[in-house]
């Protein structure tokens, strides 16, 4: 049997690592990018080499997963060596908020730079698909998990606040079933979890999955920015972030069904990501 072989940047973060599964399971040959290959920990079989290794680990390379964080400003040199190398295929991860005007991103305040990437994948001269998800679940233990800690209700502003999140497994999927996928090639797709649902609607489901009654407290947004910034959030992104908030909270959230009609199953509810990390939130 052939393998085809698939390099992955940024492996061992939220998305590489079940990439990397991901792909294993679609009988492909993986080649992970991390700045700790000997600590790496992927299943046998699975190659890992360092950034600075980064050109030969192209050569024979059919498909590569371009990371936004690890790729950052060296991506337009990622995407010259991998034409120099002849890789076949680039799929790109940015945001489904890419298209937005870049004040209204509060990732940019963290250093991402999702457009940009994705501009340089969606320019170069390979083909290329460009997978947009939602919020991830995931983020819902930076914001909540130190007070559910503490006691049964969370506190937090724009209670009404909804967002379709999404599992970084079915990120992680559908970024597989494009690298191996050619139907998918100059596609730019929005992938979101199954159903939006308010702030005040996720801290039950937590709850719930942990065991204890929760319940979400609003608060008022200008209180609450004030408490992220002094517990160390840089204040552009506090108020970058609570802008978005109410700003779109007049606006109907975004759920796409794309999941779904790539990998062929729903999309995972956030009770199921909730019940994938309970033991996270202790």
């Not at 980064?54 to 964080?69: C, T």
């Not at 937090?156 to 996928?181: C, N, S, T």
Request: glycine share 8%; net charge negative; proline share 6%.
């Amino acid at each position: 049997m052939d393998f085809i072989m698939y390099l992955v940047t940024g492996a061992t973060g939220v998305v590489g690592r079940p990439l990397v599964e991901a792909l294993l399971s679609e009988g492909a040959e993986v080649r992970a990018v991390t700045r700790a290959p000997a600590d790496a920990g992927f299943p046998e079989g699975v190659e890992t080499v360092a950034p600075e290794a980064i050109r030969s680990a192209m050569q024979g390379v059919h498909g590569l997963f371009v990371h936004p964080r690890a790729a950052g400003n060296d991506t337009e040199k990622l995407l010259r060596l991998a034409a120099d190398e002849g890789v076949r295929k680039v799929v790109v991860m940015s945001a489904i908020n890419v298209d937005d005007d870049p004040d209204h991103q509060p990732s940019r305040c963290n250093g991402d730079r999702n457009t940009e990437v994705e501009r340089a994948v969606t320019e170069s001269n390979l083909p290329w698909v460009a997978v947009r998800p939602s919020s991830f679940a995931m983020n819902t233990l930076g914001m909540w998990r130190g007070q559910v800690a503490l006691g049964d209700t969370v506190r937090g502003p724009y209670a009404g606040f909804a967002e379709a999140v999404i599992h970084e497994r079915d990120v992680a999927e559908v970024i597989a079933r494009a690298l191996v996928d050619d139907s998918l090639l100059g596609r730019r797709i929005p992938i979101t979890g199954p159903a939006a649902l308010r702030f005040d609607e996720m801290v039950p489901i937590i709850g719930a999955a942990i065991g204890r009654p929760l319940r979400f407290q609003e608060v008022p947004a200008d209180l609450a920015a004030e408490a992220m910034i002094r517990n160390g959030l840089d204040e552009r992104f506090v108020r970058t972030l609570m802008a978005r908030y109410q700003r779109e909270l007049a606006r109907p959230a975004t759920v796409s069904t794309e999941v779904s009609t790539i990998v062929g199953r729903p999309a995972r509810t956030f009770a199921t990501w909730v019940a994938d990390h309970a033991g996270a939130w202790s």
